[in-house]
C-alpha cells in the first residue's frame, strides 16, 4: 500500500527512520534520465582538439538536449576533456549569434541584414574585386590571379568544406588561401615530411600503450590533449618511463617520472646533443640505419658543413639570404624531395632559369635520376654517418647546460632512458606540438627529433613514431584538402609562376620518378578532372593553366602586409581569429582595417569581426570607427551537431559527424556558404566571353542539395574527394591514371568512399577490436594506421623482435602480413632489387620502408627540400637574450623577416640594448580554453574555469621585479604591452645558464577582450618572424621586459613601447641581420 | 536511530595519483546536472578557480604545488624537490550522513544506490544541512534558496548509466561501481602507488570503522588530507545525538522527578 503522505509511509513502509524511500518525492520518483528518454542519439565527433573524441549526440523533440562521450571510440572510450563535455553550451547555451549583421563603412555600430541580401552583396564584392585586381602577368610571367581577395580559416571545418573553400577560391584565381594548420603546424609537414615522405604524425594514439618511453617535448599533452593522454598512462601503468622537457611543470609533467626545465627555443641544441650522445657511444641501431636510412649515402666533394663556416651551410647568398642546395645532394644523383620546398630547384630540373630567380645558381637540368654512392661500413668521410657525426659533434652535455640551461645530471637520464628503451626489442616515441613548431626555426626542431628516432630505429615500429597532437578537429584534413596557399589536395604543391610553364614541365619538376611521387602526373590530372570536369582535355592541358600561379610566399602574414599596402582588399575570415590568434595581433587589425570589405563566419562574434568598434586600438586613438572604411559582414556559422561532414584528426583519421538537427535563424555551415557563394557568382558571371572568368564557369559546381536549407550533400562532395571513373567510385590512389579517365579530388583520400560506402562513418566498437582499430573510420594513406611499418620487420622480412613484431612478410604467401595494413607493396619480397630502367615504386627495393622517398630511405641528412640547412642546427630565436653559444651565426639566415613600423625586432644576447627586454617568454594553451578563444572564451563553464589573463613567473623573478602574485603586471616587448595577473609558481623555474641566471615568462594566449573570460592578448607582443620553410611565426620564443601594475591606457600604451623602444635602440635594421 | 549500509552501495573511488587536473568532471557535472556557472574569479590559487566544493560546483579539483618530492619523480625544477597535486573532490555520500540527520523536511534523502540526494522539491532552504556536513560539501544556491550537492547523478543511475564526472574522466582517476568492489581495487592501487615510491599514499573514506562509518565517495591521496583541504578525521556531526537525547531524557526525568517532589512536598 502507497500512501501519498510521508509520515504515513515511514510509518507503514519498511522505512521507519523516515531517511530513505519513504520521503522520496513524486518529483524524484519520476526523474528520469534525458539521455535515456532521447528520441535518438546520433553519431559525432568532438570540434575542439585533433583527438577526434567521439561523441553521442542526445536530440528530444528536434533539440539537443545532451552530449557526452561515445564508448565504443578505440580512441577516447566514451571520454572527454572539459571542453568536449562542454559542447553542450558550446552549441545550445553559450552566447552564439544567429542573425546575420552587416557594418557599412564608417558605421559605429552592427544592423541586421537579409542572409539572402549578404550573401549578394558578397557575391558582388568578390567579382568587382577581383576585376580590380586581377593579373594575368607578374614579370612577363603568367600568373592569372588576384591578390586582391583572401582567405583564412578552415581547420575547425570539415574536409568536405575545406575542398569547397580551395576549389572555389583558386578557381576565382585567389591564391592567398590559408588557415591555422600555417600558423599551428605547418612546421610538421615539413619536417616530418622530408624525413619520412609524409608530413603527418607516424604513428597513432592507442599505440602510445605500447612504448616503453614516451619523450613529450615542445608539448603540454596532458593540458592540450587530455583524452589522448589515457594513452600515456596506459604506457605508465605498463612500465613506461615518461619524460616531460618543458620550459614549465605542467599538469603533464605533474605525471610524468622526470621533468627536464629548458630554455624556450633550445631544443635543436638538446636534440641534438642526444643524437651526439648516441653516435659517439655506438648506442644507435645498427642495422636498421644501414637499412634503412641514407646514412650510408655519400655526399658531393663540396658540401660545406655548418661546422666548416661557423653555423652556415654551403651555398648561402647573404644578399637573398637563400640557400641553394646543389651541393647538398647525393654525389651521383640529384634527388627531389617527398615534401617541403619542391620548387626550389625547378630550374636546375627543366633546365633553365626563372626570371628573377638567379640567384638560384642553375645548373643544366641534373636528371632526377641516378643511384646515389654508398658506404655500407659507414666509414667514408663524405657518408652522410660521418657528416652527421662531424656536425653534431659539438652538442655536448655542457653545451646542453650552456644553452638550454639543462643540468648534466638530467641530460644524462634523458640520454640512458632513451637509449635503454630502443632497440630490437624496445621502442621510444616522440610527443611534440606546437612547442617545436612555432619557431622561426621550427620545421629544424621536427628534424632533429627525426633524426634521433631513424638513428634509435624507432620509426615504423609499434610503441615508437613520432606523434604530432595537432589542435583543431581537422587541421589535418586542412592540411591534406588544403586551405594553404603553397598546396594542391593531397600535398601536390601549388605551381609557381614560370615562363611558358606546361603540365608536363611541372610534373617533370616538381615530381621525382622514383616513389611513390614518380605517380604524381596520375593524382594531378585527376584532380585537374575533378575540378574542371569535361573542360580539362590532354588537348588543354587538363586545364593546368586555369591554376592560378605563386610567385614566392603568400602565407597569412604576407597577406597582412599585402593588406596594409592596399593589395589586398577583400577577406574572408572562415572559423579563425587572427585578432587574438596570430602573431602581433595589432598588425592583424590594422590590416583589417585597410580593407575594402571583410566577412567573417564565426559562431559568435569574436575579435575578428569587431576589431572596428571595440579593439585595442579604438581605445588607443590609433584607430577611430568613424574613419575605418572597411564594410563588415558577420554570418553565423553552424556548430559540428548542425551539419555533417568528416574531420581528420591528429593521426589522419578520418571521421564523420552526422548532423544533428538543423541550425537556427541565418546560421550556415561553411559548405552552404561556399557552396551558394560559387553558385551566385557564377549565375552573376554567365554568359561572360572573358577569359578571367572561364576557369570560374567550367568549374564542375552541382553538387545535389537538400531540405528547407538548401545545404550542400557532404557526402556528394566526400564522393569526389575519393574520386571515380567510368566504373564507379575509386578504392585507392592505384587506380588513378594520368590519361584523364579518373577523376579524385584529393588522391591520399582515394578508398576512403570505396564501393560507395563512407568509410569515415564506420563505427565498429573499439573493444570488438584489436588496438589498431581497423574497421573505426578510416585514415590515409590506404586505412594504414602506423607509417612505414615496413620498419618493424628486418630487411629479410621477419620481425626485429616477438615483442615488438606489427607487420611481416610472409614467404609462403608471397605476401606481406600482420596487425596492421602493410605501408608497403602486398606482394614486393624482401629481396626484390629494382632493374636499374624501373621507375615509381617498382625503382624501391624489397628493403626501402619509406615508399614516399625518391629513395626510399629514411633522411638522416634532408639533401633537397630544407631550404634552411639539410642539418638541424642551433640558432637563437629571433628574439632572444641569449648569444648563440654554438656559432657565430647567432640566428637562422634564411629566416623570413618582416620590417615594418608595427613589428620592430629587438636586439639580442650581447648587443647593446638587448638587456631592455632580458626575460623569455614563451606562450602556451591551457586545458579550460581553446586557440583564440572563440569556442571557449564565451562558454560560461570554460569561462569559469580559467577566468582572466595571467603570467607565471618565478618566485625570483617575482622578487627580482617586485611583482605580487595576483596582483597585475605588464609585458613590454617592441610590439606591443600587455598586462596580466601575476602567478608566481615554482612552475616555471629560472634557468642557470652560461654563469647566469636566466627568467622566464610563461603567458597562455587563449584570451582577448571579447565574451566572458577576458584578458589582453599574449600575440600582441609577438613579432612576427617565420620560418622560411613553413612561413610558420615563432611565438614559443621570445624576449620581453616585465614591470608590476596596469599597463597604461590611451595613447599612453603607444608610448611606454615607443620609450622602451628608444631605450633599447631599436631601429628599423635591429635584429634584421643575417 | 542509525542508518544500515544499503545492500549493493554503490560509490566513486577517486584516484589523484592519475589525475590529470583538467576539470573535465566539474564541466560534465554542470553541464548533465545544469548547475550554475558559480562566477568568473581569478582567485591565484595554482589554477583552481572555482575555490571548493559548494552549491554551484559539486565537482571541485584542487591544485596543491608543494615542494615536496612526488614518488620516484625527478621535477628537476631547480634544486628542489616539486609536486603539484591534483584531486577532484565531491560529496562523499556518507554512510552516517549529518545533513540527513539534521534536514527536517526529508528533502535529503538516502537513495536506494546508498546515495544522498537534495530533493529541491521538498527542500525549505532551512539551511540546517549546510554546518552539519563534516566536509563543508553542501551549500544553499542564492538563485533557487535551497540546497544543491551532488546527486552521484541519481537520474542517471535509475537508466543504468554511471555520473556524468565518471563516465568524462580522460585518465580514469573517477571510477564508478559498486563500492564494496571498489575499496578493494583501491587497495590493490595503493599498493602499486606505494611501490612505485609514493609511500605517503593513503586511501581516505574507505574505512566503515571511521567517523562517518566510511563514504561513499572515497579517495586515493598522495599526502595528508589537510592538504587537499580534507578534514583529516571527519566526524558525523549528529554523532553525539542518541547520547544528547538520553542525556535530555535523563535530565527531563530528573526535572520531572524533582516538580514532582516539590509538588508532593506542597501537598
Same mark, same amino acid.
Given at each position: ?603 559568435? #562574434?569574436? =575579435?575578428?569581426?569587431? $576589431?572596428?568598434?571595440? %579593439? &585595442?586600438?579604438?581605445?588607443? !586613438? @590609433? +584607430? ?93 562532395? #566526400?564522393? =569526389?574527394?575519393?574520386? $571515380?571513373?567510368?566504373? %564507379? &567510385?575509386?578504392?585507392?590512389? !592505384? @587506380? +588513378? ?338 | ?267
Amino acid at each position: 500500500m502507497d500512501f501519498a503522505w510521508p509520515l504515513l509511509r515511514q510509518l507503514t513502509g519498511g522505512d521507519r527512520s523516515g531517511r530513505g524511500s519513504a520521503v522520496k518525492s513524486a518529483r524524484t520518483a519520476g526523474l528520469r534520465a534525458r539521455t535515456a528518454e532521447a528520441d535518438r542519439v546520433v553519431k559525432s565527433v568532438c570540434p575542439y582538439c585533433a583527438v577526434g573524441c567521439a561523441q553521442n549526440v542526445y536530440v528530444r523533440e528536434g533539440k539537443v538536449v545532451q552530449i557526452e562521450g561515445d564508448p565504443d571510440s578505440p580512441i577516447s572510450r566514451g571520454r572527454l576533456c572539459p571542453k568536449g563535455a562542454a559542447t553542450l553550451q558550446l552549441t545550445t547555451a553559450s552566447e552564439r549569434g544567429d542573425r546575420a549583421l552587416y557594418r557599412p563603412p564608417g558605421a559605429a555600430d552592427w544592423q541586421e541584414i537579409d542572409l539572402a541580401t549578404a550573401m549578394d552583396m558578397i557575391a558582388d564584392r568578390i567579382i568587382a574585386t577581383r576585376r580590380d585586381t586581377w593579373e594575368w602577368d607578374r614579370d612577363g610571367m603568367r600568373v592569372a590571379r588576384t591578390l586582391g581577395i583572401a582567405s583564412l580559416g578552415g581547420a575547425t571545418l570539415d574536409n568536405e568544406e575545406n575542398y569547397l573553400i580551395k576549389k572555389l577560391l583558386t578557381a576565382l584565381g585567389v591564391v592567398q588561401i590559408e588557415n591555422q594548420a600555417r600558423v599551428c603546424h605547418s612546421s610538421t609537414v615539413v619536417g616530418l615530411g622530408t624525413s619520412f615522405g609524409r608530413g603527418g604524425a607516424t604513428t597513432f594514439l592507442q599505440d602510445l600503450q605500447h612504448s616503453d618511453c614516451v619523450v613529450i617535448q615542445g608539448s603540454n599533452f596532458a593540458e592540450a590533449h587530455p583524452v589522448g593522454f589515457q594513452w600515456v598512462m596506459e604506457a605508465k601503468a605498463r612500465g613506461a618511463v615518461i619524460i616531460h622537457v618543458d620550459p614549465r611543470f605542467t599538469r603533464t609533467s605533474a605525471l610524468a617520472d622526470l621533468h627536464v626545465p629548458i630554455r624556450a627555443g633550445s631544443d635543436v641544441a638538446f636534440l641534438g646533443a642526444i643524437i651526439n650522445h648516441v653516435l659517439d657511444n655506438d648506442l644507435y641501431f645498427h642495422d636498421y640505419v644501414v637499412a634503412y636510412t641514407n646514412a650510408a649515402d655519400i655526399l658531393r666533394q663540396d658540401y660545406r658543413d655548418a661546422e666548416d663556416l661557423d653555423g652556415l651551410f654551403s651555398g648561402f647568398n647573404q644578399e637573398s639570404r637563400l640557400y641553394d642546395d646543389e651541393t647538398w645532394q647525393y654525389e651521383g644523383a640529384q634527388i627531389a624531395p617527398a615534401s617541403g620546398a619542391r620548387d626550389v630547384d625547378y630550374a636546375r630540373r627543366v633546365g633553365h632559369l626563372p626570371p628573377g630567380r638567379v640567384e638560384v645558381l642553375g645548373g643544366t637540368g641534373l636528371p632526377l635520376e641516378g643511384t646515389p654512392e654508398r658506404d655500407e661500413t659507414l666509414r667514408h668521410p663524405r657518408c652522410v654517418m660521418q657528416v652527421l657525426r662531424r656536425h653534431f659533434a659539438r652538442y655536448t652535455p655542457e653545451m646542453v647546460e650552456r644553452v638550454c640551461g639543462v643540468p648534466r645530471h638530467l641530460f644524462e637520464q634523458v640520454c640512458r632512458h632513451l637509449t635503454e628503451n630502443s632497440g630490437p626489442d624496445k621502442t621510444a616515441e616522440f610527443v611534440y606540438a606546437v612547442g617545436w613548431t612555432q619557431h622561426s626555426d621550427g620545421s629544424q626542431f621536427i628534424r632533429a627529433a627525426s633524426i634521433l628516432q631513424l638513428l634509435l630505429g624507432n620509426i615504423g615500429r609499434p610503441g615508437g613514431g613520432i606523434q604530432a597532437l595537432r589542435g583543431h578537429a581537422s587541421i589535418q584534413g586542412s592540411s591534406d584538402v588544403p586551405t594553404l596557399f603553397n598546396l594542391l589536395p593531397g600535398y601536390i604543391p601549388m605551381p609557381h609562376a614560370h615562363e611558358n610553364e606546361r603540365l608536363r614541365d611541372f610534373l617533370h619538376a616538381d615530381a621525382p620518378n622514383k616513389g611513390c611521387w614518380a605517380h604524381m602526373p596520375a593524382y594531378m590530372v585527376s584532380l585537374l578532372k575533378a575540378w574542371w570536369g569535361e573542360s580539362a582535355r590532354a588537348d588543354n592541358d587538363y586545364r593546368f593553366g586555369y591554376l592560378p600561379r605563386l610567385t614566392g610566399s603568400h602565407s597569412t602574414y604576407d597577406t597582412v602586409l599585402a593588406q596594409l599596402d592596399g593589395t589586398c582588399k577583400g577577406y574572408l575570415l572562415l572559423g579563425e581569429n587572427p585578432a587574438v590568434g596570430s602573431a602581433n595581433t595589432k598588425m592583424q587589425r590594422l590590416g583589417m582595417a585597410a580593407l575594402d570589405w571583410l566577412v567573417v563566419r564565426d559562431l559568435n #562574434l569574436i =575579435e575578428s569581426a569587431t $576589431w572596428w568598434k571595440d %579593439g &585595442p586600438e579604438i581605445e588607443t !586613438g @590609433e +584607430l577611430r570607427t568613424a574613419d575605418i572604411a572597411t564594410e563588415v559582414f558577420f554570418l553565423p556559422a553552424a556548430c559540428h551537431t548542425e551539419k555533417s561532414g568528416s574531420f581528420t584528426n591528429t593521426n589522419r583519421l578520418l571521421q564523420w559527424h552526422h548532423q544533428a538537427v538543423e541550425p537556427a535563424g541565418d546560421a550556415r555551415s561553411d559548405l552552404w556558404f561556399m557552396y551558394h557563394l560559387g553558385r551566385i557568382i557564377r549565375e552573376k558571371l554567365a554568359g561572360s566571353r572573358d577569359p578571367m572568368d572561364a576557369p570560374v564557369l567550367e568549374l564542375t559546381w552541382d553538387y545535389p542539395v537538400e531540405g528547407e536549407l538548401a545545404e550542400p550533400s557532404s557526402e556528394a562532395v #566526400l564522393a =569526389e574527394i575519393n574520386g $571515380w571513373d567510368e566504373h %564507379g &567510385p575509386l578504392s585507392g590512389a !592505384g @587506380e +588513378l591514371k594520368d590519361d584523364g579517365s579518373t577523376v579524385c579530388g584529393c588522391w591520399i583520400y582515394c578508398g576512403v568512399y570505396a564501393d560507395g560506402v563512407n568509410r569515415a562513418a564506420r563505427r565498429r566498437q573499439g573493444s570488438e577490436q584489436d588496438w589498431i582499430a581497423a574497421e573505426w573510420g578510416w585514415a590515409w594513406p590506404a586505412n594504414r594506421r602506423l607509417l612505414y611499418n615496413r620498419a618493424s620487420a628486418r630487411p629479410d622480412g621477419s620481425p626485429w623482435s616477438e615483442r615488438k613484431k606489427l607487420v611481416w612478410w610472409d614467404a609462403d604467401a608471397s605476401v606481406w602480413t600482420g596487425y596492421d595494413v602493410p605501408d608497403f607493396e602486398a606482394g614486393k619480397s624482401p629481396s626484390y632489387r629494382p632493374p636499374p630502367d624501373a621507375t615509381g615504386t617498382a625503382a624501391l627495393s624489397g628493403t626501402d620502408p619509406f615508399i614516399m622517398q625518391a629513395d626510399g630511405k629514411g633522411w638522416l641528412f634532408a639533401p633537397s627540400g630544407v631550404v634552411d640547412g639539410p642539418l638541424p642546427t642551433h640558432y637563437e630565436p629571433q628574439d632572444s637574450p641569449v648569444a648563440n653559444p654554438l656559432y657565430g651565426q647567432q640566428r637562422n639566415p634564411a629566416r623570413k623577416l618582416y620590417p615594418h613600423e608595427h613589428n620592430r625586432y629587438q636586439p639580442s644576447g650581447d648587443e647593446p640594448g638587448a638587456s631592455v627586454y632580458p626575460y623569455a617568454v614563451t606562450t602556451y594553451r591551457l586545458t579550460e580554453h581553446f586557440t583564440a578563444g572563440g569556442m571557449s572564451r564565451r562558454t560560461p563553464y570554460l569561462a569559469e574555469l580559467q577566468p582572466e589573463m595571467f603570467c607565471e613567473v618565478s618566485p625570483a623573478l617575482a622578487a627580482e621585479r617586485g611583482l605580487v602574485h595576483g596582483d597585475w603586471a605588464t609585458i613590454i616587448t617592441a610590439r606591443n604591452a600587455i598586462e596580466a595577473r601575476v602567478m608566481v609558481t615554482d612552475r616555471i623555474p629560472s634557468l642557470r645558464l652560461d654563469g647566469r641566471v636566466l627568467h622566464q615568462i610563461g603567458l597562455p594566449f587563449h584570451f582577448g577582450p571579447n565574451g566572458l573570460a577576458t584578458g589582453d592578448a599574449a600575440n600582441e607582443l609577438a613579432a612576427i618572424s617565420l620560418d622560411p620553410n613553413s612561413h610558420i611565426q615563432e611565438v614559443k620564443a621570445l624576449s620581453a621586459d616585465i614591470r608590476p601594475g596596469r599597463r597604461p591606457r590611451g595613447p599612453a600604451l603607444p608610448e611606454l613601447v615607443r620609450a622602451y623602444r628608444r631605450r633599447a635602440g631599436v631601429d628599423e635594421r635591429t635584429g634584421t641581420e643575417v | 536511530m542509525r542508518e544500515q549500509p544499503v545492500p549493493g552501495r554503490v560509490g566513486f573511488f577517486t584516484d589523484t595519483s592519475i589525475c590529470i587536473g583538467c576539470k573535465a568532471c566539474e564541466v560534465a557535472c554542470k553541464e548533465w546536472n545544469a548547475v550554475p556557472q558559480g562566477g568568473l574569479d581569478f582567485t591565484g590559487m595554482s589554477y583552481d578557480n572555482t575555490a571548493g566544493l559548494g552549491a554551484d560546483t559539486w565537482r571541485h579539483v584542487a591544485f596543491i604545488e608543494q615542494r615536496r618530492p612526488l614518488g620516484h619523480q625527478e621535477p628537476g625544477v631547480g634544486d628542489m624537490d616539486f609536486r603539484w597535486l591534483m584531486a577532484s573532490d565531491v560529496c562523499k555520500h556518507c554512510t552516517h550522513a549529518a545533513c540527513l540527520d539534521v534536514c527536517p523536511t526529508g528533502s535529503l534523502f538516502r537513495t536506494e544506490y546508498g546515495t544522498v540526494v537534495v530533493q529541491e522539491d521538498v527542500c525549505n532552504g532551512c539551511g540546517y544541512c549546510v554546518p552539519a556536513c563534516p566536509f563543508g560539501v553542501i551549500g544553499k544556491r542564492e538563485s533557487s534558496g535551497v540546497a544543491a550537492k551532488c546527486t552521484m547523478c541519481y537520474d542517471r543511475l535509475g537508466a543504468g548509466q554511471e555520473p556524468a564526472c565518471a563516465k568524462t574522466c580522460p585518465t580514469d582517476s573517477i571510477q564508478f561501481g559498486d563500492l564494496d568492489e571498489l575499496r578493494e581495487r583501491a587497495q590493490r592501487r595503493l599498493e602499486q602507488v606505494r611501490e612505485a615510491g609514493a609511500t605517503s599514499a593513503r586511501l581516505y573514506g574507505h574505512d566503515p570503522g571511521d567517523g562517518v562509518g566510511g563514504t561513499g565517495a572515497f579517495f586515493l591521496l598522495l599526502d595528508e588530507p589537510e592538504v587537499y583541504g580534507l578534514p583529516p578525521d571527519p566526524v558525523v556531526t549528529t554523532r553525539d545525538l542518541p547520547s544528547m537525547w538520553r542525556h535530555v531524557g535523563v535530565a527531563a526525568l530528573g526535572l520531572l522527578a524533582g516538580m514532582a517532589a516539590v509538588a508532593w512536598r506542597r501537598r
